[in-house]
């Protein structure tokens, strides 16, 4: 059976577009590669449906940017706090995620929870608890910001978000070496072969959701190949749980 791997920033509104990619897994060659080019998509039902294409597929590994699990009201999370703890003197700090802030979109309904509940129909558990190289069906939450931290060996997080006191400048900067730290993955293990032009151009924000969920796509095939041996799961399914690389 073919295996697929699934990357979803996830925005938190539906009013807003997120970015979806799929990856392939070449079991001759060893190699990965884009399954159709990334997309922009707004609605959850949208969201679902793009999943929903692989749901014939095993291995299926779903990453997703955004919170799947939110018992806590106020404050944050287990996984958030603890993720900011190990992450922070790197710049990839977590965001505070609980039910009060949250529920300002969607009429309270929470974006995550909901897929985490459609996909329970395509029987796709969520879970980030798996052996390596397993024919498992899951999705797991993840944070791009701490997985680059650890795949590309990088002091910082890259700023390349619009933020107010980061000049154009730098954020262009740290746009393109998003672009050229990608493009080492074909040397990575496993390795992920991208079309030459996917990463060309300047910054736009449909582009940034798109490579985030390019980047979460290629965390859901790395954390399938090593599982623990490389990440670390901060949290736990009933505080709140982060997928991060593994420090120290």
């Not at 009013?15 to 080019?37: C, I, K």
């Not at 095993?58 to 699990?69: E, F, G, N, Q």
């Not at 032009?197 to 965390?219: F, P, Q, S, T, V």
Request: charged residues 20%.
């Amino acid at each position: 059976m073919q295996a697929a791997f699934l990357g979803i920033d996830l925005a938190w509104s539906a009013r807003n577009a997120s970015g979806l990619a799929a990856l392939t897994l070449d079991r001759q060659t060893g190699r990965a590669y884009l399954t159709e080019p990334p997309s922009y998509l707004r609605t959850d039902a949208e969201i679902l449906a793009f999943v929903a294409r692989y749901a014939h597929h095993t291995p299926l590994i779903v990453a997703i940017d955004a919170p799947l699990c939110v018992p806590n009201t106020a404050g944050k999370r287990l996984g958030d706090a603890l993720i900011s703890k190990a992450f922070a003197k790197y710049g990839a700090g977590a965001h505070p995620a609980n039910r009060t802030l949250l529920g300002k979109y969607n009429s309270g309904v929470l974006r995550g929870e909901w897929l985490i509940a459609g996909f329970a129909a395509l029987d796709i558990q969520h879970t980030p608890h798996f052996e390596a190289q397993q024919a498992v069906r899951c999705a797991f939450e993840a944070y791009p910001h701490a997985a680059m931290v650890g795949l590309f060996r990088l002091p910082r997080a890259l700023r390349y978000k619009r933020k107010q006191g980061l000049s154009k400048a730098a954020q262009e900067s740290a746009w393109q070496t998003y672009a050229a730290q990608l493009r080492t993955l074909g040397q990575a293990v496993p390795p992920l072969d991208l079309p030459d032009d996917l990463l060309d151009g300047a910054w736009r924000k449909a582009e940034e959701d798109k490579r985030d969920a390019l980047l979460c796509a290629y965390i859901a095939l790395h954390y399938w190949w090593h599982a623990a041996a490389f990440w670390q799961v901060y949290g736990t399914l009933a505080e709140g749980y982060i997928v991060a690389p593994r420090l120290g």
